[in-house]
Structure formats: C-alpha cells, structure tokens
C-alpha cells in the first residue's frame, strides 16, 4: 500500500500579507512612459508625412507651372532669388523631416539622445517657419500688388500663410516645450 502523501506537504502556505499603503508599488524603470509611446509615434508619423509631402511638394510646383500658364506667369513676377530659396528650404524641411523621424524611433527605444533630438528638430523649424512666413509675406504682398488679382484674393493669400505657418509650428512648439520640463528631463535622464 503506498501513502498518498502530496509532494508539497512539507511547504509551509504563503504567508498572505496586506498590501504597504505608504510605498505605493514602484513601476519598473523598464517600463516606457505613455507619452514617450505618443510622442514618439507621432513624431514617426509627423516626419515620414514630412519625407513623403515635400518633395510631392516641389513636384507638383514644378507640374503646375507646365500645366497652367497663369501659374507660370504668376511664379515668373516673384524676385529672381525665390526658386533658389524655395528649393533650399525644401531640402532643410526634408532633412528635418528625417531629423524628427529619427527622434521619434529614439524615444520609441528610450534613448536620451531622442530628447535632444527632438529639440534639434524644433528650434531650427521655429526659425525656418518664422523666415518663411516673412519671405512669403514680403514676396507675396510685392507679386499680388502688382497682378491683376483682386483685394479679396491678395487678403485670403496672406490669410493662408498665416494659418499655414501656424499650424506647421504648433507641434516645434509642443516639442520645446515638453522637452524643456525638468520632470521631462529627469526621466528621459534616468533611460
């Protein structure tokens, strides 16, 4: 007759004790903070918009004077030095795009280098807008003044820049920001 004795009978039960109230549990340094994930991801998808876009950008610029003779003549009355400086500014906004693509893929792997990335993103895109928005009013308001368009189209032109413009730097804006944050900086420190 063999005994049926459980293997565990000589383990002692767990001992079963109430959670510690004053030290909340920590989480472990390995774990990737939410807005590291959102940031990052739109940072990926910000800049591979930006890789995409810009040179579709150029390209359709260059189609549409070959399409629409007005275009052309309209692009032919901006100074000499403009396609020179469009061009230029394409190729900085395809390297930043590259730039925050790589900052983005950096945060998603918790590297400490992705937060000054991110600000080597922002700071030259604040002040590539800033010129821009300035270039465009300028060259804009001389090109409309002297065409046959109407008030109301020189006025919503302008508009456009403007909101344009806007909309490209709230994000920069965002990055400086959030990455400015002792709290940021800390934590991004400690990966």
């Given amino acids: 007759m063999t005994d049926n004795v459980s293997p565990f009978a000589h383990m002692s039960p ?9 030290h909340p549990p920590q989480v472990p340094s390995s774990a990737r903070p939410p807005w590291a994930t959102v940031i990052g991801v739109i940072s990926i998808v910000w800049g591979s918009l930006g890789l995409i876009c810009t040179p579709v ?6 189609l549409s004077n070959k399409i629409n003779p007005r ?5 032919g009355r901006f100074p000499d030095w403009y396609a020179t400086y469009t061009i230029a500014a394409l190729l900085v906004q395809v390297a ?5 693509l790589i900052a983005g893929i950096c945060l998603l792997r918790r590297s400490r ?7 080597g993103y922002a700071v030259p895109n604040l002040l ?27 006025a919503s032109g302008m ?13 920069p804006i965002f990055l400086l920001v959030w990455f400015s944050r002792r709290k940021i900086r800390e934590q991004v420190q400690q990966w």
């Fill in 14 to 22: 767990p001992q079963m004790t109430p959670p510690d109230e004053t």
């Fill in 57 to 62: 950008s150029l390209l359709g610029n260059m």
């Fill in 71 to 75: 275009t052309a003549e309209m692009q």
């Fill in 96 to 100: 930043l795009a590259v730039l925050l």
């Fill in 113 to 119: 280098l992705a937060r000054r990335l991110h600000l």
């Fill in 128 to 154: 590539l807008g800033a010129v821009g928005l300035v270039v465009a009013i300028s060259t804009m308001s001389q090109v409309f003044q002297e065409s046959d368009m109407p008030e109301v189209a020189t």
């Fill in 159 to 171: 508009a456009g820049a403007f909101i344009g413009m806007a909309f490209v730097m709230v994000y």
